[in-house]
């Protein structure tokens, strides 16, 4: 029944018959600040023209990185050998959420699989996932002793590190690792991964070096040689950036790196930022986008595509596929020589050809 009316919902919008409703959708954009200082400042932003910040009354010294969980509507950040936790309001917060062993330095979250990937890189480099919720942490294949740098890719459940000689590529169990890009790192490294654009966007902390590498061609551009960002986000095609020697500044980018503009941001200059940019979204079933307009294609049993790309994280329905599952696909039978439309499981698009 319910895939049914996600079916409904899906045609009225392609026929015009149906208009969404987007008045669940909170259409403001959020920057979380955490500030990597003795004073541990934590700001709320919200971000248009400027940048109106708020300061929380709590403090996380040498806060070093942070990420927003669209789902339960959390913001998650490191702190010493804790994960703190706290609504994107601004309330309920959660002092030590999560306790390691070691102080982790990255974390990356993949939301549709409820799971926080948190790398330590203290004295040997330990890289682990966490439950959202269970909070069971299972320990993952490190493939080298020293790691600087973290990012996922959620939709095809791949993981990017960053090594001291390259950036690698692997499974979330570690399997099928590839080489990126050959790099010289021996201090953190910034990534994130554009699922739209398909590129991995990185900045060499020492060698100063902002750029991108294409995950398939593996064809990297160069953007810049003087800069150095401790944080790079990116969120609805754009570059969120922060740079350590402009701290009281957001730098906007373009995914060719252009600046687009920069914000002025009145956090602390006693240290350096990580951020994390998002819109706290509240589309109804079916639909999906900043203003909830456009429909959801046939997802796996009427489940839930992302909120901001359209993705069927789960899978496509019966004779669907792509990562939208908007294109219809037919197999044919060689024992019969009929055609057949097959259920696609988990990422059709990974066996696509």
Not at 169 to 192: C, P, T
Not at 338 to 345: E, G
Request: proline share 4%.
């Amino acid at each position: 029944m319910y895939a049914k009316f996600v079916t409904f919902l899906t045609l009225g919008a392609r026929f015009g018959f149906l208009v969404p409703r987007s008045t669940s959708n909170d259409l403001e954009m959020s920057m979380f600040v955490v500030e990597t200082s003795p004073v541990g400042t934590i700001l709320r932003c919200t971000l248009g023209i400027s940048v109106n910040c708020t300061r929380l009354q709590i403090k996380a010294p040498f806060a070093r990185s942070v990420v927003y969980d669209p789902v339960h509507d959390h913001v998650y950040w490191t702190f010493s050998e804790f994960i703190n936790r706290i609504r994107s309001s601004g309330e309920n917060y959660e002092h030590k959420w999560f306790k390691f062993d070691s102080k982790p330095s990255v974390v990356a979250i993949d939301h549709s699989s409820r799971l926080l990937f948190v790398l330590s890189s203290s004295r040997s480099s330990s890289l682990r996932s966490v439950s959202l919720q269970t909070r069971h942490q299972t320990e993952l294949p490190a493939p080298s002793p020293r790691l600087w740098g973290l990012a996922v890719d959620a939709l095809m459940k791949n993981i990017f590190l960053a090594e001291a000689t390259r950036v690698i590529m692997m499974r979330y169990d570690g399997s099928a690792r590839q080489k990126l890009l050959d790099i010289s790192a021996n201090y953190f490294v910034a990534m994130a991964y554009d699922p739209e654009g398909q590129r991995l966007y990185y900045n060499l902390w020492t060698m100063r070096v902002f750029g991108s590498v294409n995950i398939h061609t593996r064809n990297s551009t160069v953007y810049s040689l003087s800069n150095q960002y401790p944080s790079v986000t990116i969120y609805e095609g754009v570059l969120y950036m922060t740079d350590f020697n402009e701290r009281e500044k957001v730098f906007k980018m373009s995914r060719k790196g252009k600046l687009i503009s920069d914000m002025p941001c009145d956090g602390s200059k006693s240290g350096f930022a990580r951020i994390a940019v998002f819109r706290k979204y509240g589309c109804s079933p079916g639909w999906f986008g900043r203003t909830c307009s456009l429909a959801c294609g046939q997802c796996l049993e009427g489940s839930a595509c992302d909120h901001e790309y359209g993705y069927c994280t789960q899978g496509c329905d019966v004779g669907w596929t792509g990562r939208t599952c908007k294109a219809e696909s037919k197999v044919r039978s060689h024992d019969s020589g009929t055609t057949s439309t097959p259920r696609s499981q988990g990422h059709p698009w990974l066996t696509q050809g």
